[in-house]
C-alpha cells in the first residue's frame, strides 16, 4: 500500500517572517491532526530550511527544492548547497529535476539522476520531476518523454523508499490548466511501467508517482483518486496553509 504523500513546493517565495509564519502554520495542522494515513511535507526555500526545520515540527516532514549536483559534499562550488548539507539541517526529502531547473538552469536527464543519487547517499529521499512541455503533448509526444525522463533521471540505487516520482506537465505548472482525468491516468500507468522495467515489479510498485501542476482545493479529491496517482506536489496553492491544508485533508 502506497501512502499518499502531499507535498508543498515554495519555490523562491517567503521572507523569515512570512515563511516561518505559514510553515509553523502547517505544523500545527499536522500536530492537531495526529496520526495520519498520508505524509505532509513542504519544501521551503534553502534561505528558510535550516530554520524550518528548526521548529517543531512533530508529524510534518520538510525537504529541499533542490541539492547540488557536486561530486563531492564540501569544497570549490560556490554558491551550491550539497546533499549531505540539507539533510544535517534535519530535512527529510529534496526535490530535484523541477521543470523550472531543467529550463531555466539548463538542467538534463543525467544532472538530475546525479542530484537524485546525492540526494539518496545522504540519506534524503529523493523527489524526481518529469513532465512534458504543451508542444510535446500536442505532437503526442508525451509518454515517450516521459519514458525518455525516467531512463535519463532514476537512478539505479532507487527504491520505493528512497526515491518518489513527480509527473507534472510543464504546461500545467502555474498556469491553472490541468490535463483530463483520463490523461492523468494514462501518464502514470506508462510511468509505472517505465519503472517496473527499469527497477522491477516490486519496486515500482511501491513507489510513488505525484501528480503536479494547478493542484488546489478543488480538483484535489478528483485528481488523487486516479490510478497510480500517490499524491500531490504543489506550488502556488502550498503558500496558503488554508489551501494546502484543504488538499492534505481531501485524503484524510
Ligand atoms: C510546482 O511548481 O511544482 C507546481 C506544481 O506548481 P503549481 O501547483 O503552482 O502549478
Redesign the pocket.
Given at each position: 500500500m502506497r501512502q499518499k504523500l502531499i507535498a508543498g513546493?515554495w519555490?523562491m517565495n517567503c521572507l523569515k517572517a512570512d515563511g516561518l509564519a505559514l510553515a509553523k502554520a502547517v505544523a500545527e495542522k499536522t500536530a492537531t491532526a495526529g496520526d495520519m494515513p498520508i505524509e505532509v511535507l513542504i519544501c521551503p526555500p534553502m534561505s528558510l530550511l535550516g530554520l524550518v526545520c528548526d521548529l517543531p515540527h512533530a508529524g510534518l516532514k520538510i525537504g529541499s527544492e533542490d541539492v547540488a549536483e557536486a561530486p563531492k559534499s564540501f569544497g570549490a562550488f560556490t554558491g551550491d548547497v550539497s546533499a549531505e548539507m540539507v539533510k544535517d539541517l534535519g530535512a527529510d526529502y529534496a526535490i530535484v529535476g523541477?521543470s523550472e531547473r531543467r529550463t531555466l538552469h539548463g538542467e538534463t536527464d543525467a544532472v538530475v539522476k546525479t542530484k537524485a543519487e546525492n540526494a539518496i547517499k545522504a540519506g534524503l529521499r529523493a523527489i524526481i520531476c518529469i513532465g512534458e512541455t504543451e508542444a510535446e503533448r500536442d505532437e503526442g509526444r508525451a509518454l515517450d518523454v516521459v519514458a525518455t525522463q525516467i531512463k535519463g533521471s532514476v537512478p539505479a540505487i532507487a527504491t520505493a523508499e528512497n526515491c518518489v516520482i513527480a509527473y507534472?506537465p510543464v504546461w500545467?505548472?502555474?498556469t491553472g490548466k490541468t490535463p483530463t482525468v483520463a490523461d492523468v491516468a494514462e501518464v502514470h500507468a506508462a510511468i509505472r511501467q517505465e519503472l517496473t522495467d527499469l527497477l522491477g515489479a516490486d519496486i515500482a510498485n511501491g513507489m510513488r508517482v505525484l501528480y503536479?501542476?494547478?493542484?488546489k482545493p478543488s480538483n484535489a479529491k478528483e485528481l488523487l483518486a486516479v490510478d497510480n496517482v500517490d499524491g500531490a506536489?504543489?506550488?502556488?496553492?502550498s503558500l496558503k496553509v488554508e489551501d494546502f491544508w484543504a488538499i492534505a485533508e481531501s485524503q484524510l
Amino acid at each position: 500500500m502506497r501512502q499518499k504523500l502531499i507535498a508543498g513546493n515554495w519555490k523562491m517565495n517567503c521572507l523569515k517572517a512570512d515563511g516561518l509564519a505559514l510553515a509553523k502554520a502547517v505544523a500545527e495542522k499536522t500536530a492537531t491532526a495526529g496520526d495520519m494515513p498520508i505524509e505532509v511535507l513542504i519544501c521551503p526555500p534553502m534561505s528558510l530550511l535550516g530554520l524550518v526545520c528548526d521548529l517543531p515540527h512533530a508529524g510534518l516532514k520538510i525537504g529541499s527544492e533542490d541539492v547540488a549536483e557536486a561530486p563531492k559534499s564540501f569544497g570549490a562550488f560556490t554558491g551550491d548547497v550539497s546533499a549531505e548539507m540539507v539533510k544535517d539541517l534535519g530535512a527529510d526529502y529534496a526535490i530535484v529535476g523541477h521543470s523550472e531547473r531543467r529550463t531555466l538552469h539548463g538542467e538534463t536527464d543525467a544532472v538530475v539522476k546525479t542530484k537524485a543519487e546525492n540526494a539518496i547517499k545522504a540519506g534524503l529521499r529523493a523527489i524526481i520531476c518529469i513532465g512534458e512541455t504543451e508542444a510535446e503533448r500536442d505532437e503526442g509526444r508525451a509518454l515517450d518523454v516521459v519514458a525518455t525522463q525516467i531512463k535519463g533521471s532514476v537512478p539505479a540505487i532507487a527504491t520505493a523508499e528512497n526515491c518518489v516520482i513527480a509527473y507534472e506537465p510543464v504546461w500545467a505548472i502555474g498556469t491553472g490548466k490541468t490535463p483530463t482525468v483520463a490523461d492523468v491516468a494514462e501518464v502514470h500507468a506508462a510511468i509505472r511501467q517505465e519503472l517496473t522495467d527499469l527497477l522491477g515489479a516490486d519496486i515500482a510498485n511501491g513507489m510513488r508517482v505525484l501528480y503536479g501542476g494547478s493542484v488546489k482545493p478543488s480538483n484535489a479529491k478528483e485528481l488523487l483518486a486516479v490510478d497510480n496517482v500517490d499524491g500531490a506536489l504543489i506550488g502556488g496553492a502550498s503558500l496558503k496553509v488554508e489551501d494546502f491544508w484543504a488538499i492534505a485533508e481531501s485524503q484524510l
